[in-house]
Nanobody, 121 residues
Framework: QVQLVESGGGLVQAGGSLRLSCAASGSIFSINDMGWYRQAPGKERELVAVISSAGSPYYADSVRGRFTISRDSGKNTLYLQMNNLKPEDTAMYYC???????????????WGQGTQVTVSS
């Protein structure tokens, strides 16, 4: 089993920045690729960004140019730097992990508990 624990969420004004972290522990040898999802009230969960074990990122159109995903393999930690935040970025943000990129995008095997990001206008 793999445990994912997010941190770094909070309340920020529009135009501000936050940095989310996701610490992985347990059977981390079973995961290669990781990503961030978010879910706003009344909406479906959506993919925000993913990153491969080699460090190749992919971003949703809504966040490209504002968010940066990165990982520190030595610390088993995933990050999401969020700049120029907008009220529509308000959501619960979840860390996800799987063996392959296809799985992270489609059906991640492992999920964190989420961290709330609220952006005020």
């Amino acid at each position: 089993q793999v445990q994912l624990v997010e941190s770094g969420g909070g309340l920020v004004q529009a135009g501000g920045s936050l940095r989310l972290s996701c610490a992985a522990s347990g059977s981390i040898f079973s995961i290669n690729d990781m990503g961030w999802y978010r879910q706003a009230p009344g909406k479906e969960r959506e993919l925000v960004a993913v990153i491969s074990s080699a460090g190749s990122p992919y971003y949703a159109d809504s966040v490209r140019g504002r968010f940066t995903i990165s990982r520190d393999s030595g610390k088993n930690t995933l990050y999401l730097q969020m700049n120029n935040l907008k009220p529509e970025d308000t959501a619960m943000y979840y860390c996800a992990a799987a063996t392959t990129m296809a799985m992270v995008i489609a059906t991640p095997r492992y999920w964190g508990q989420g961290t709330q990001v609220t952006v005020s206008s």
